[in-house]
């Protein structure tokens, strides 16, 4: 399967702690994206990287939040001091360099906080 | 920021119907439009796009139609069948060629689509 990969698929954690995804593109893509969607709404953008470049945040993503791409390869997305408020799917979307280029997705991975 | 209307939220038919989902757009420098469908559980799969210089696109029993002046797009799927039931999401993007920051999508708040058989 050559589409973009998201570990893990669901994440279950305790108000207060932290956690970490992971998201590898499409081979050949050099931008990636993270969005979060809540149910009954759209993907909302959250960050996104060209190459290992962070060239723009959301003011959704609080200093809780951190995303890295440390080689322009796969991307981690961290949320520290989780709250009720984070439970959502976290999506990652990758496209190519053209202008215009699609983004594709991957399953994300839903959040849960207890 | 763009901000991107979608109408109805929730749309029934009948099997071999058709179906039209539209879409407002605000920021008219906006240049990319994809229509994504999202199955329960799944990732928003991209079905069709439609670029600023074009009007329609077709895609066999889907098609997009573009307004620019009116900023609305609309997605049309003819002769629905039941596995075209899902929840649909249009969304519009300024790209950094037509003077974005950069390639952001903002999406709708989607049209759950139901076709019965």
């Known amino acids: 399967d050559t589409g973009v990969s998201q570990n893990p698929r669901h994440k279950i954690t305790k108000r207060g702690q932290n956690v970490t995804f992971r998201c590898d593109p499409i081979?050949?893509?050099?931008?990636l994206y993270w969005y979060r969607q809540t149910l009954g709404q759209g993907p909302e953008f959250l960050t996104y990287?060209?190459?290992?470049?962070?060239?723009?945040k959301s003011r959704l993503l609080s200093d809780r939040f951190s995303a890295e791409r440390p080689k322009g390869s796969f991307s981690t997305l961290e949320i520290q001091r989780t709250e009720q408020g984070d439970s959502a799917m976290y999506l990652c979307?990758?496209?190519?360099?053209?202008?215009?280029?699609?983004?594709?997705f991957g399953d994300g991975t839903r959040l849960s906080i207890l | 920021g763009e901000n991107v209307e979608q109408h109805p939220s929730t749309l029934s038919v009948q099997e071999g119907d058709s179906a039209v989902i539209k879409c407002t757009y605000s920021?008219?420098?906006?240049?990319?439009f994809p229509w994504y469908k999202q199955e329960l559980g799944k990732r928003p799969q991209l079905i069709i796009d439609?670029?600023?210089?074009?009007g329609e696109k077709k895609d066999q029993r889907i098609a997009v139609t573009l307004n620019k002046t009116a900023k609305h797009f609309s997605l049309h799927i003819t002769e629905t069948q039941p596995e075209d039931s899902a929840v649909y999401f249009c969304?519009?993007?300024?790209?950094?060629?037509?003077?974005?920051?950069?390639?952001?999508?903002?999406f709708g708040k989607g049209t759950l689509l139901t076709v019965n058989p």
């Open positions: 979307a990758s496209s190519g360099t053209r202008s215009n280029q699609p983004q594709h």
């Open positions: 081979s050949e893509h050099n931008r």
């Open positions: 990287f060209q190459n290992e470049a962070q060239l723009e």
């Open positions: 920021d008219s420098a906006s240049n990319y």
């Open positions: 439609i670029r600023s210089n074009v």
């Open positions: 969304a519009a993007i300024r790209t950094p060629e037509s003077g974005g920051s950069n390639y952001k999508l903002t």
